[in-house]
């Protein structure tokens, strides 16, 4: 009976619900107008048109719909859009040059501790922060387009902003030029679903103490410092792409204290580094490729229980560096383009055991300056020797089953 009675409810307010167009040749001419004579409920449609009203806030429940990309301009002194009001959808507007505050964090959008709002179909450019959700469960930000023009990380913002969260659906977004292009801290149970995030000073994604969300079908490539993930635990990532994130500091992937997650069926290619963990445990990382990096993978002696599974490293300067002597971490069925194994069963498994570790890696390790040596005869000398005689490389750490061939992935 009480659903009865919410249908009857909810198919009332529609059927009450009216429209609103706002526009140079339309009855009502401003936006903020049209949202202080709307109900909720009703649908506000703003037409093609440059409109310069300052904050544009919105305090109802509406469908904000903009037709031909209308340009909301902050002018450089205020944010764009504010939403106070659950259930608000934005849909369709060009948003641009909201102010600049280190304190406020002016934004294009922004969600002031709001539940099921829809940002979708936009295009932000040259906003301080991008869209930032705070506080807010349940909201979806889709097929946004975020660019900026940052210089320094200290003068400009993030892309996509969330800060204490839950259930966020960040899907197909593409975004550039910010200092990190997406951000969580605090949110948990989302998903951050194929986006593509580029050029941005800092990350191209950045989250922090946010736990059991997944992240699958991205793409992150050109950031100063690709992925970072940090006192995070049941993470979950699949199928994304890291490419090209150089510096000397700079990693596809950094995962630090990091426990009881997933990296499963990702492409790393052209990092600094592919993978860089510090004190991480209990990491599955299975069915990635690991290809044309300085490193594969660096493991430092802090990490613990973590398993490196069917991977393929392939075309890496060094496939595995650590800092320490200490192998706590279980390497299996890997294919290693450096391995000169044989197999005379032919069942597709090395006859001889495989050392990732390298002993120029672990010098380098220690001392970054070895590097000068690099395809030194000396070095390669130094290389063959420890696999005849290994000395100063761990013993356990050891890839016991190596494939002879790459895998399928």
């Known amino acids: ?70 340009v909301l301009d902050g002018q450089k002194k205020y944010e764009v859009l504010s939403i106070k009001a659950d259930s608000v959808v934005v849909d369709g507007f060009k948003i641009i040059r909201s102010g600049y505050a280190s ?19 936009n295009i932000l450019d040259d906003n301080f922060f991008g869209i930032y959700i705070q506080n807010g469960k349940k909201c979806l930000i889709k097929n946004n387009t975020l660019s900026a023009y ?52 800092r990350y191209g994604l950045h989250f922090m103490f946010s736990n059991d969300d997944a992240y699958i079908s991205n793409v992150f490539k050109k950031n100063g410092a690709g992925v970072a993930v940090m006192f995070t635990k049941n993470v979950k990532m699949f199928h994304n792409y890291f490419e090209e994130n150089w510096g000397d500091a700079a990693y596809g992937l950094l995962l630090k204290e990091i426990s009881d997650s997933f990296i499963i069926g990702n492409y790393f290619s052209k990092n600094t580094s592919g993978i860089y963990m510090e004190g991480t445990s209990r990491i599955l990382v299975e ?7 300085g490193w594969g993978m660096k493991i ?69 300056s070895a590097m000068l040596l690099f395809r030194s005869f ?5 290389d063959k020797s420890e696999k005849v005689l290994p000395s100063i490389t761990p013993d356990n750490f050891i890839d016991k089953t190596p494939l002879m061939h790459s895998l399928r992935l």
């Open 1 to 70: 009976m009480k659903y009865l009675i919410y249908l009857f409810l909810l198919f009332s307010s529609l059927l009450q619900a009216h429209v609103i167009e706002v526009g140079p040749t339309k009855s009502v001419k401003s936006i903020k107008k049209a949202i202080t004579q709307a109900r909720i409920g009703d649908t506000v449609i703003v037409f093609q048109s440059h409109y310069k009203e300052g904050t544009i806030i919105i305090d109802k429940r509406i469908v904000f719909l903009g037709k031909g990309n209308p």
């Open 287 to 293: 069915k990635n490729t690991f290809e044309s990096n």
């Open 378 to 382: 000396m070095i390669t000398l130094l």
């Open 150 to 201: 940052g210089k320094e990380e200290q003068r400009i913002g993030n892309g996509i902003h969330c800060w204490k969260s839950d259930s966020l659906q960040i899907i197909g977004n593409r975004i550039k030029g910010h200092r990190d292009g997406i951000y969580f801290e605090f949110v948990t149970n989302s998903i951050i679903w194929r986006n593509i995030s580029t050029q941005n000073i």
């Open 300 to 368: 430092q002696a802090s990490c613990m229980d973590n398993v490196i599974d069917h991977n393929n490293f392939a075309g890496n300067t060094f496939d595995i560096s650590t800092n320490g002597s200490l192998v706590l971490n279980t390497f299996n069925s890997n294919y290693w383009d450096k391995y000169e194994g044989y197999d005379l069963d032919k069942n597709g498994v090395g006859d001889v055991p495989f050392h990732p570790l390298s002993l120029f890696a672990v010098l380098t390790e220690n001392n970054p």
């Open 103 to 121: 304190l406020e964090d002016p934004c294009g959008i922004k969600v002031y501790n709001r539940n099921y709002v829809v940002i979708q179909n």
